[in-house]
Nanobody
Framework: QVQLVESGGGLVQAGGSLRLSCAAS????????MGWFRQAPGKQRELVAV???????NYADSVKGRFTISRDNAKNTVYLQMDTLEPEDTAVYYC??????????????WGQGTQVTVSS
């Protein structure tokens, strides 16, 4: 089994910063893509940012230039640095990892979610 544990959410004023972390543990051979999604009340879950194993990244238009995704493959951890936060960024943030648990088995795992609240 693989477990993902998120940390770093909280309450911040508009214009402030937060850094989210998500660490995986368990039966991991290697991790492909790591990503961050978010879900605001009454809305669908949406992609925020993804990072491939080679470090290439992709961001939602709404966060480009404000958020930075990074990863530490040795620690099986992904980070999301969020700067210049806006009230519209308020949501529960989830990490997801594509994990090879064997040479023939690739699975998707999700974190438990962490609340980010940005006050105006």
């Amino acid at each position: 089994q693989v477990q993902l544990v998120e940390s770093g959410g909280g309450l911040v004023q508009a214009g402030g910063s937060l850094r989210l972390s998500c660490a995986a543990s368990g039966d991991i051979l290697r991790i492909n893509t790591m990503g961050w999604f978010r879900q605001a009340p009454g809305k669908q879950r949406e992609l925020v940012a993804v990072i491939a194993r080679d470090g290439s990244t992709n961001y939602a238009d709404s966060v480009k230039g404000r958020f930075t995704i990074s990863r530490d493959n040795a620690k099986n951890t992904v980070y999301l640095q969020m700067d210049t936060l806006e009230p519209e960024d308020t949501a529960v943030y989830y990490c997801d990892f594509e994990v090879w648990i064997s040479e023939t088995s690739l699975r998707l795992y999700w974190g438990q979610g962490t609340q980010v609240t940005v006050s105006s």
